[in-house]
């Protein structure tokens, strides 16, 4: 599957923006999907993660109640929404595909094999 994020840019700390990956090539609704981010000079770290039928959702700590990953399977598309922002968000954003694994943790990012270009988001205080 091919990946393709869109949706970031500059806004204010407090603001909101929604991230999307549209998915295109195998079926799409097989894979697990997740979100990824890295800061700045810093290791790329997890975000969210839905599971094939977007029903499980699961958050890194710091964005729990902030940010919300949900799916579109009819439109191939993943989506992350992001509010009230901070400036500790910024980074750029990956979003990533993972065939169904129960034996490996969605934080886990060697269990992704595809991966988006990434989009940045820039958070100013």
């Known amino acids: 599957v091919q990946l393709q994020a869109s949706g970031g840019g500059l806004v204010q700390a407090g603001g909101s923006l929604r991230l999307s990956c549209a998915g295109s090539?195998?079926?799409?609704?097989?894979?697990?999907m997740g979100w990824f981010r890295q800061p700045p000079g810093e290791e790329r770290e997890f975000v969210a993660a839905?599971?094939?039928?977007?029903?499980?959702?699961y958050y890194e700590d710091s964005v729990k109640g902030r940010f919300t990953i949900s799916r579109d399977n009819t439109k191939n598309t993943v989506y992350l929404q992001m509010n009230s922002l901070n400036a500790l968000d910024t980074a750029v954003y990956y979003c990533a595909a993972s065939v169904p694994n129960a034996h490996s943790s969605f934080r886990d990012r060697d269990r992704y094999t595809y991966w988006g270009q990434g989009t940045l988001v820039t958070v100013s205080s």
């Open positions: 839905t599971t094939t039928d977007g029903s499980f959702t």
């Open positions: 090539g195998r079926a799409f609704s097989g894979y697990v």
